[in-house]
């Protein structure tokens, strides 16, 4: 059986070659696929036949996509779409009128697209939200289907009066995860945060969390790992608490693998998330998660088995949850052996994640 001609649409910023992990997921697909990706490159412009990146900002990459997705259609000519956000789909839609073109476009739906605006970036991208939002949801209601990565995106979806056709975890290499058993939970307690310092992670929230909980566990220590806008937060943060706070900008996977051996739990208060990928992470680790009830992180961490959530945005409640796992080490350790193996659950191989693609692009065509 010849393979479909798909070409993804994607914001995500790649570079070429690949790295081993992110090769075995386009090496997979391309199994199953004949691929072509669009996307934006983290270096210069390259066209290698299966990647095409383009170097722009991101308001001139979603203006300019429409006219890049037409070019495709007529050079490439695949069967179909696959745009990764609603923001690439309503681009997608609009090339394939432009190039007069049949081919199906499948949204992928990763997270809540109304908090692009609200939450992520500049405060300046707020002023976008009017038009943003209605093009996100023209997107989804006029895609040919849609895939769906959690309940909670499924959720969001069905809103609008749309059923996914399928949901199913995106491959993400977890080698550095499950390469050895977890680790035992430290002696000295502590927890760890791993993610950019955006609006839409509540840093305020853990910042003001933290100087709350602190006090309550002076030999526990709170890591945070991630850079961004809010940086300024944790620098004071440190500045206040430096016996029990530290602060690094970045880590690979290994050293994050390592970081989460060394923490009691990893502690995640955003206020969106979609299927949060460190969540995924820490539970390959054997370790719990305190989060907020927001977004998809109530689909992976169950309150009270694996972890501890609490109303988003809530610093005190946030505290007081921290304390007690930090205090009570056969509650970390039962938490901690249930994060374990409720892992396998969200997690899948490239050859598992191509099947389920194809199978869905063949639902599209037949």
Known sequence: MSRPRVLWVSRTRYRVPLDAALGRKWDALGAELHVRVLASSADGPVDDGRFRLVTSHTSAFYLGLPFRVAAELRSFRPDVIVAQSPYEAAGALAGRRLARSRARVLLEV?????????????????????????????????????????????????????????????????????????????????????????????????????????PRVPGATLRIVGRGRERELVEQLVRDLPSQTSWTERLDPVEVAVALD????????????????????????????VGSRAGGIPDIVEHGVNGLLVPAGDGPALADALVRVLTDPELARRFADEAHAAAPRWLQSPEEYARGMRALVDGLLH
């Open 262 to 289: 060394d923490a009691t739990a990893l502690v995640l208060p955003s206020f969106s998330e979609g299927l949060p990928r460190v969540a995924m992470e820490a539970f390959a680790r054997g370790r719990p998660v």
């Open 110 to 214: 990763h997270g809540d697209w109304d908090t692009a605006t609200r939450l992520y970036g500049s405060p300046f991208r707020r002023l976008l939200e009017p038009v943003s939002r209605r093009a996100s949801r023209a997107a989804v209601r006029r895609a040919d289907a849609v895939r769906t990565v959690s309940p909670f995106t499924s959720a969001l979806v069905r809103r609008l009066g749309v059923e996914p056709a399928a949901t199913f975890t995106t491959y993400f290499d977890v080698s550095a995860f499950d390469a050895n058993p977890p680790a035992p939970l430290p002696e000295r307690p502590a927890v760890l945060f791993i993610g950019v310092l955006e609006r839409y992670k509540n840093v305020h929230g853990l910042v003001e969390a933290w100087r709350l909980a602190a």
